[in-house]
């Protein structure tokens, strides 16, 4: 069976065919209305929710299908101690397909090794965020035409945006992908992206301070919402944040066809007089997931007699993971690691190099 844990779960080929599927669906939306009648998503989601959540909801019901699950942990069996296997053994008798999101790191990974139907990470802790990447590029090929040869600029929280990994995981991919860095120091990108991703794939990157200083240069700008609480004292986030704020000011600096997405919520990085200007691409963006959950939710069901190839990994004694969000450290799951660039181990569930 297949699963959609990681963006790099599906190949790039996958990946290009799901993005041109959506697209079919937005231009033939009535051929897809039948497709999945009778059959049922659940959405299992711990974590806080909007947009992610009601696109699901909307993806399955305009495939007219139907949709259970829970927004709230405390109202299931969780708040008794259920872990998630448990759950997702007991879910996966009544449904075809379950979408969950958690903040405990591969808690969706550790889910679709117990589960009997095809499980999509709606969104892991600050690991993964697979969904939202197939809508930015969707976006980026609706908004700009093509996904090659792109210049993205990457701006706010690079450090914990699980949107920001997936994205750059799946862009690694495109020929002549540059991404600009731009974070304060406290949010910069993890290493471990940088080595196991840029490095590997060629793919060039560089940091910068600020969003003016190279605005002119990127195709796109992608925004991410930078949470006061991350840094040390107010004044320090009060000393970096309007670097890190996109306003029309700055758009004069930008190309005419520069696309502005933005996973959402936004917390005052982009201002609402930004809004007007055709470049801001983020509230088409929100539509765009809509469609291609619709594209990978037919594409699993079609999927299903597959084998999943990736998340291979085993365990090494001696090592374990020390990130305590991850679910290793959670819920009763045995240390499992793969060897990265650098003959580094790392863990399958949520990426932290072994101790
Ligand atoms: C993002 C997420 O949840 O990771 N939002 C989303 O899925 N649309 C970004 C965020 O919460 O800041």
New binding site residues.
């Given amino acids: 069976m297949r699963h959609l844990i990681d963006p790099t779960d599906l190949t790039r080929q996958e990946t290009d065919e799901i993005v041109a599927l959506a697209q079919d669906i937005i231009a033939n939306g009535d051929r897809y209305a039948e497709k999945m009648h009778g059959k049922k998503l659940a959405t299992l989601f711990y974590?806080?929710?909007?947009?992610?959540r009601l696109s699901f909801t909307a993806a399955m019901m305009e495939l007219g299908g139907n949709v259970l699950g829970f927004s709230d942990a405390a109202s299931s069996s969780v708040s008794k101690g259920e872990t998630v296997e448990d759950t997702v053994r007991v879910v996966g008798n009544f449904v075809d397909i379950i979408a969950m999101?958690h903040h405990v790191e591969g808690a969706p990974l550790d889910a679709a090794s117990v589960s009997p139907v095809p499980i999509i990470n709606?969104?892991d802790g600050s690991h993964s965020?697979p969904?939202?990447t197939l809508?930015d590029l969707l976006t980026i090929k609706r908004e700009l035409g093509h996904l090659d040869n792109l210049t993205i600029g990457l701006c706010g929280?690079l450090l914990y945006?699980?949107?920001v990994h997936s994205l750059i995981k799946a862009m690694a991919r495109y020929e002549g992908t540059k991404l600009v860095l731009i974070a304060p120091d406290e949010l910069r990108l993890p290493d471990y992206i940088k080595h196991d991703v840029c490095d590997k794939f060629g793919m060039e990157y560089r940091e910068v301070a600020s969003i003016e200083e190279v605005i002119g240069e990127l195709d796109v700008l992608y925004m991410?919402?930078v949470?006061r609480e991350r840094f040390a004292s107010i004044e320090e986030y009060e000393r970096v944040k309007d670097c890190f704020v996109l306003d029309c000011e700055k758009m004069k600096g930008a190309k005419e066809k520069m696309a502005v997405l933005?996973?959402?919520?936004?917390?005052g990085e982009i201002l609402k007089e930004v809004d007007a200007d055709p470049r801001a691409a983020y509230f088409r963006q929100?539509g765009n997931?809509k469609f291609v959950r619709m594209a990978l939710i037919c594409r699993l069901m079609e999927w299903r007699d597959k084998e999943m190839t990736t998340h291979k990994g085993v365990a090494v004694e001696g090592l374990r993971c020390p990130n305590p969000k991850c679910i290793c450290n959670c819920e009763p799951v045995d240390y499992s690691f793969s060897l990265s660039e650098g003959d580094v181990y790392r863990c399958i569930y949520c990426s932290t190099q072994a101790e």
């Avoid at 974590?47 to 992610?52: A, Y």
């Avoid at 933005?262 to 917390?267: E, Y």
């Fill in positions: 974590e806080p929710s909007t947009r992610t999101r709606a969104g965020h969904t939202q809508t929280d945006g699980r949107t991410t919402r949470q933005h996973p959402l919520p936004r917390v929100v997931g």
